[in-house]
């Protein structure tokens, strides 16, 4: 398995293993992050809690897949 970006498009650094972070493995096809692992949410699937897309999230605790969304939002919160 030699990867060079995770899901989200960052670079893996330490591609012989797949993971920055931990020594993943792959499981019927699915790679699966160690527990604990720092690096997983870079691989982890989000749903925009605005629109309801799907995305991989470029900060750790990202919650929509745009500003544009963010911002909608925030404005439908405060109205």
């Known amino acids: 398995m030699t990867r060079t970006q995770y899901n989200n498009g960052d670079e893996i650094t330490l591609t012989e293993c797949g993971c920055d972070g931990c020594s993943p493995s792959i499981i019927n096809g699915v790679l699966c992050h160690e527990t604990g692992c720092p690096d997983s949410w870079r691989d982890d699937s989000n749903s ?8 991989f999230a470029q900060e750790r605790g990202q919650e929509f897949c745009d500003e544009e969304c963010e911002d909608l939002w925030r404005q439908f919160l405060y109205w």
């Open 48 to 55: 925009c809690e605005w629109c309801g897309q799907s995305f």
